[in-house]
């Protein structure tokens, strides 16, 4: 706590709140309540910076924590705090700040971080606002913004005649406003964040990560990624335009990132490996015996991890080498569009199987796990009995949930960036969450 005071005293004297009374009173922002934002980790890109800007420019308070150099690369501009501590000893740093600043708002991306945990407990307590961005439920054209917790934490109901009621009333949504998508414009902003990393031992000493591996470690493993996705694709190919051909029940098996919370936090594995090791195991002992099995890798895996050995392996080791392929790249629609059921964790291409009308049987419990829409039997029968999703019940869902939880925009391009802060402004400074007008 020592120093607190300090710093606080400098950080408000940066953004006066006369001064911005001042500015919002000169014309009509003057009927839009103040809210005192807080600012924790964002999204490794330009996005949080220009939102607090945005926000700044309707007369709201921003405040923001920096926890490393990459977050003064790419954390909300403006005056900002410096975490003094490691995140199992910052509750009550938490609650000096929300008391001291008056913080009517809490804005992070992902909120299973190490950092952000003690600071979402401590806002509920608080009746802060809790305001959580992650990566779109229906990409690429939309990103997530929810009240108080997404995936696993998120306040939509696991009641598939809720969305057939509310569904009704409901817009219709397609695909969202089309901008332009650029993975080099994400690698470079990663790359940066990561880079900044190589000072952090220096500025900002009780900083610990939450990724399993340093970006060095990562960024090697991309090379090699690069090197095995040159070799395979040929194949991969070849074996999607055997899929089309349908000549036997295929069923895929699309991998997700180890580092992900939403294995990490929000599931019953570990790792990959483990998920492939209990998918293989069902399937050898439950599928029809014409039946293969797809493992398809992660587009954005690092490639620290040999899944294809990890694959042969067990496929070996269970008798079934001869049924059991892996991918490391595939046209995603085609396999979509001719395959018999998806088997997923939790990963969001389980919804982009129920889109495509396939039976998906997930391994944990993502939004969309519900009665009508994702096989209920368990993994060992769905092999023989994978139920189709109801596709009026599915398109229900999508419109609702893209209505009350996703926003039109991305992370990582300029327009993307820039579609995004102007559609999260009205969700961000409204008292109840959209959710919140439909329970």
């Given at each position: 706590?020592?120093g607190?005071?300090?710093?606080?005293?400098?950080?408000?004297?940066?953004?006066?709140?006369?001064k911005?009374n001042?500015?919002a009173?000169?014309?009509?922002?003057?009927?839009i309540p103040?809210?005192n934002?807080?600012f924790l980790q964002g999204?490794?890109?330009p996005f949080?910076?220009?939102?607090?800007t945005?926000?700044?420019?309707i007369g709201?308070?921003?405040?923001?924590?920096?926890?490393?150099v990459?977050?003064?690369?790419?954390?909300?501009?403006?005056?900002y705090?410096r975490c003094?501590?490691?995140?199992?000893?910052?509750?009550?740093?938490?609650a000096?700040?929300?008391?001291?600043l008056?913080?009517?708002?809490l804005?992070?991306?992902?909120?299973c971080?190490?950092?952000?945990r003690?600071?979402?407990?401590?806002a509920?307590?608080y009746g802060?606002?809790?305001?959580?961005?992650?990566?779109?439920y229906?990409?690429?054209?939309?990103v997530?913004?929810e009240r108080?917790?997404v995936?696993?934490?998120?306040?939509?109901?696991r009641d598939?005649?809720?969305?057939?009621?509310v569904?009704?009333?409901?817009?219709?949504y397609?695909n969202?406003?089309a901008?332009?998508l650029?993975?080099?414009?994400r690698a470079?902003?990663?790359v940066?964040?990561h880079?900044g990393?190589?000072?952090?031992?220096?500025?900002?000493?009780?900083y610990r990560t939450?990724?399993?591996y340093?970006a060095?470690?990562?960024?090697?493993?991309?090379?090699?990624?690069?090197?095995?996705?040159?070799?395979?694709r040929?194949?991969?190919?070849?074996?999607?335009a055997?899929?089309?051909r349908?000549?036997?029940?295929t069923?895929?098996?699309p991998?997700?990132?180890?580092?992900?919370?939403?294995?990490?936090?929000h599931?019953?594995?570990?790792?990959?490996?483990?998920?492939?090791?209990h998918?293989?195991?069902s399937?050898?002992l439950n599928?029809?015996?014409?039946?293969r099995?797809?493992?398809?890798?992660?587009?954005?895996t690092?490639?620290l991890?040999?899944?294809?050995?990890v694959?042969?392996?067990?496929?070996?080791?269970?008798?079934v080498?001869d049924?059991v392929?892996?991918m490391?790249?595939?046209h995603?629609?085609t396999?979509?569009?001719?395959?018999?059921?998806?088997?997923?964790?939790n990963?969001?291409a389980?919804?982009?199987a129920?889109?495509?009308?396939?039976?998906?049987?997930t391994l944990?419990?993502?939004?969309?796990?519900?009665?009508?829409l994702t096989?209920q039997?368990?993994l060992?029968?769905f092999?023989?009995?994978?139920?189709?999703p109801?596709?009026?019940?599915?398109q229900?869902f999508?419109?609702t949930?893209?209505?009350?939880?996703?926003?039109?925009g991305?992370?990582?391009t300029?327009?993307?960036?820039d579609?995004a802060?102007a559609n999260?402004?009205?969700?961000?400074?409204?008292?109840t969450s959209?959710?919140?007008?439909?329970?």
């Open positions: 706590m020592a607190l005071e300090t710093t606080l005293e400098q950080f408000v004297g940066q953004e006066a709140p006369e911005l001042a500015r009173a000169r014309g009509p922002l003057l009927r103040t809210h934002f807080l999204v490794s890109s949080f910076n220009r939102l607090a945005a926000l700044r420019g709201q308070r921003v405040h923001s924590v920096r926890f490393n990459g977050d003064t690369l790419y954390g909300a501009n403006g005056p705090l003094p501590h490691r995140a199992e000893d910052m509750d009550a740093w938490y000096q700040v929300f008391r001291q008056d913080i009517t708002d804005v992070l991306f992902g909120d971080r190490p950092v952000h003690p600071a979402v407990t401590l509920r307590l802060v606002r809790v305001h959580v961005f992650e990566e779109g229906f990409r690429p054209y939309w997530t913004l108080d917790g995936n696993n934490h998120s306040r939509l109901p598939p005649q809720w969305y057939r009621e569904g009704k009333h409901i817009p219709r397609q969202g406003n901008f332009k650029s993975f080099t414009a470079t902003h990663d940066l964040y880079a990393g190589a000072l952090n031992a220096l500025c900002y000493p009780r939450h990724a399993p340093s060095a470690v990562e960024y090697a493993g991309f090379l090699r990624q690069g090197l095995r996705l040159l070799r395979a040929v194949h991969d190919d070849a074996l999607v055997e899929v089309a349908e000549r036997h029940p069923f895929l098996l991998l997700q990132l180890d580092s992900d919370a939403q294995i990490r936090d599931s019953p594995f570990q790792n990959m490996e483990q998920v492939i090791e998918v293989i195991d399937f050898s599928a029809p015996f014409d039946a099995l797809l493992v398809k890798n992660h587009p954005l690092p490639g991890v040999n899944y294809r050995k694959t042969d392996r067990l496929a070996q080791q269970y008798g080498a049924r392929h892996f490391e790249s595939g995603m629609p396999l979509l569009s001719h395959i018999a059921g998806m088997i997923t964790v990963s969001t389980g919804a982009s129920i889109l495509h009308h396939r039976p998906t049987c944990a419990e993502p939004i969309y796990a519900m009665p009508g096989h039997g368990g060992d029968s092999w023989m009995q994978a139920e189709a109801d596709n009026t019940l599915f229900r999508r419109n949930v893209i209505h009350t939880t996703q926003i039109n991305g992370f990582y300029g327009c993307g960036i579609m802060v999260c402004l009205e969700v961000l400074m409204a008292k959209r959710i919140e007008n439909y329970l």
